[in-house]
């Protein structure tokens, strides 16, 4: 990932936040924590709490654990400390006081379990929904601006939404809806005095996701295909399987360009709300596919590399997204009011950019 250069940030300001707060960033060990957590080191930004998971030893999580410990090596923070841990702290005074939590000045909330299939709803409700309100709860008390992570799986197969609908089609979709539901009905009330955002990502590709198995991006995985088998494995029916596709890079800034104007804007009239964070631009899998393929091939030179149709899978139907796309009218308008000048990336410039990295990185 390059560095940012058109946050424009006050580097004065960036010193004295340094000297005199801190940035919490929970699964900032994670896909969209690390790379937010490489472009806040670039810009100067050094004083990060991170919190995550490194699992106790255990085979099924070495090559997690190594991923994350690597991570943790390349990037430049205050303090570490498991969730649990964490968790713990901000529910006492005396520890809060200790370990300097009172001084956090800002929050990117991305911790989460975002496997799609968990069946175990407890787990799911503890770590996307319980975590979140305590996160949540934490920054109300401190008046701490939060920007957290939702997710577009909660509107389930809603193809002409004219109005904000949802149907979460799995357990994953429900613990997000259950926390986004949450958040508004406390905006409602008016009891969060402090700014709090939350983004719903839509389907979201790029850099530092190879930690995720078989919940990587289409785009990891057609890659992977290609390279090992020459061959690029879709779903049968997907030239109909429509998904809003965003470029990590897109994530990233856009969390920070909201950092931007939250910082550098003492009034700040109805910011505060859950929006829609993707292209509005949904491209089918099947054209995924082709540009995987197409750009591969010009790459490497060869030209066998072929598109396989699969059976659908039995356990995915009624639990399957076949159409995302975002309304983002409201974040762009935002974007407008403060003269952030932002714009998308294309599905062609962003797979081009990923499968590079990707190949460089084999």
């Known amino acids: 990932m390059k560095k940012t250069n058109n946050l424009n940030l006050n580097k004065d300001f960036i010193n004295n936040f340094n000297k005199n707060k801190y940035i919490l960033l929970t699964g900032g060990l994670g896909f969209i924590g690390f790379n937010l957590a490489l472009i806040l080191n670039s810009i100067g930004f ?3 709490i991170i919190v995550d998971n490194i699992f106790n030893h255990n085979d099924n999580y070495n090559f997690l654990n190594q991923i994350k410990l690597k991570r943790l090596s ?3 923070f205050i303090n570490y400390f498991q969730k649990e841990k964490f968790l713990e702290l901000i529910k006492d005074q005396k520890l809060i006081s200790k370990y300097d939590l009172n001084k956090i000045g800002f929050i990117f909330h991305q911790g989460a379990c975002t496997n ?12 996307n929904f319980e975590y979140s309100k305590e996160i949540l709860n934490f ?33 994953y979709a429900l613990s997000k809806f259950l926390f986004d539901n949450y958040v508004i009905n406390s905006l409602n009330a008016n009891e969060l005095r402090n700014i709090v955002i939350g983004l719903r990502y839509f389907n979201v590709y790029g850099f530092y996701e190879e930690h995720k198995g078989f919940m990587a991006s289409v785009v990891f995985h057609f890659f992977n295909q290609a390279i090992k088998e020459n061959i690029i494995k ?30 550098e804007n003492e009034k700040l009239d109805n910011l505060s709300g859950i929006y829609d964070c993707g292209t509005s631009k949904p491209v089918s899998f099947i054209t995924v596919a082709n540009i995987v393929k197409n750009y591969m ?5 060869k030209k066998d590399i072929n598109i396989l149709e699969i059976p659908f899978p039995n356990e995915l139907k009624n639990k399957y997204q076949f159409f995302t796309k975002a309304n983002n009218k ?13 714009r998308f990336t294309t599905i062609y410039k962003g797979v081009k950019k990923y499968i590079d990295y990707l190949l460089k990185n084999i």
């Open 46 to 48: 050094t004083n990060l």
């Open 74 to 76: 390349e990037i430049k």
């Open 116 to 127: 799609t299939l968990e069946q175990d709803l407890n787990y799911l409700l503890q770590n």
């Open 139 to 171: 920054s109300k008390i401190f008046n701490i601006p939060l920007i957290f992570a939702s997710s577009a799986s909660v509107y389930g197969n809603l193809k002409n939404r004219k109005r904000i609908e949802y149907n979460p089609l799995n357990y």
């Open 234 to 263: 879709v779903f049968e029916g997907s030239q109909n399987f429509f998904r809003d596709f965003i470029f990590i890079d897109d994530i990233v800034h856009i969390n920070l360009f909201l950092f931007k104007i939250i910082m």
């Open 297 to 301: 091939q010009q790459k490497l030179n």
């Open 330 to 342: 409201n974040l762009i308008e935002i974007f407008k009011k403060y003269n952030i000048n932002f």
